[in-house]
């Protein structure tokens, strides 16, 4: 994640000059499946929509708990 973090920085900082770009301290990362590719891919096209309805901390949340992981809220905002 690091490696990432660090040349989506770069790019963002190089390429499109957005000089306060930072990352947020913390990041989550889920893996899926090679056979949920495509639903994963649609979800990403219709986030925008998607987020309409729903908050990104709902989501966020729920992806927790479906994948069993244990957190305590007050740490992750």
Do not use: C, N, P
Request: no cysteine; glycine share 4%; charged share 35%.
């Amino acid at each position: 994640m690091r490696d990432v973090k660090a040349v989506s920085s770069r790019w963002v900082h190089e390429e499109i000059d957005v000089r306060s770009f930072a990352w947020q301290e913390g990041y989550g990362a889920f893996t899926i499946s090679a056979s949920q590719r495509d639903v994963v891919r649609a979800d990403i096209t219709k986030q925008e929509e998607h987020h309409r309805k729903r908050t990104f901390q709902e989501e966020y949340l729920e992806l927790l708990k479906r994948s069993g992981v244990d957190y305590e809220e007050r740490y992750l905002w």
